[in-house]
């Protein structure tokens, strides 16, 4: 008779040992060097009190967390790297990490070691914007990106402390309403998102604007609208 084979699902704890009194994971069976967490080796041991809400789960033993705040993933280690680089370049990059909202975004700031003039946010899943998320260090902040994201909701004058702002990207979202933009932006891409109607308002000043693939019921009264606006390029 063949014996059989039996398939069976390990929880964490038999790869992991847990010491509650120092609230820390550290690893076992795989050792140092054995773990990837978002593409990235890490040699340490989790803090757990640290990393805040966190999800684990094993597939060909790549363990990975689910964070949702720029915060959490600071306080894991995960943007060591990009804060370093910042800390050269006076670029940030936070894209591609999986962020539902920006809470910590300014903490971070405070530890980039260099003025921010880009901001790199794309493709993240971040739903909304609120004014305290831009309103600490980013005074002179010029380019910003905020494209691919699930942002529904723009808080009025959400980006009215980024003075300096030239560029702005927010296409590939689900925005319908369009707020203030600061008198600087001259680039502004909204392509790509559910707004039904223009008006003129929010757009003067702006040099070069991105409509395309939105749901705007007539165009032809948006495109008499846009064309009031002295200096606009636009496409709808």
Request: proline share 3%; hydrophobic share 45%; net charge positive.
């Amino acid at each position: 008779m063949k014996r059989k084979k039996y398939s069976f699902i390990f929880l964490i704890f038999s790869f992991f040992s847990l010491n509650l009194s120092a609230k820390r994971i550290v690893p076992r069976n795989l050792g140092p060097g054995k773990i990837y967490r978002h593409g990235m080796l890490y040699n340490e041991a989790v803090d757990i009190q640290r990393l805040g809400p966190l999800l684990i789960y094993m597939h060909d033993y790549i363990y990975k967390p689910i964070f949702f705040s720029i915060l959490e993933f600071y306080n894991a280690g995960f943007l060591d790297s990009r804060v370093r680089k910042a800390s050269i370049t006076g670029k940030l990059d936070l894209s591609n990490l999986g962020i539902k909202n920006l809470y910590g975004l300014s903490f971070v700031l405070d530890n980039v070691k260099r003025v921010v003039m880009e901001l790199d946010l794309s493709n993240n899943a971040i739903e909304r914007i609120s004014k305290k998320n831009f309103a600490r260090n980013l005074s002179r902040l010029e380019w910003l990106n905020l494209s691919n994201n699930k942002i529904k909701f723009l808080e009025q004058r959400c980006f009215g402390f980024l003075e300096a702002l030239k560029f702005l990207d927010l296409g590939q979202n689900f925005i319908s309403t369009v707020p203030l933009f600061p008198a600087s932006l001259k680039i502004l891409d909204l392509s790509d998102n559910q707004i039904k109607k223009i008006e003129k308002g929010p757009f003067i000043g702006i040099k070069t604007l991105n409509l395309m693939d939105n749901s705007i019921a007539d165009k032809e009264a948006a495109e008499e609208e846009l064309s009031q606006i002295k200096g606009l390029e636009f496409k709808l």
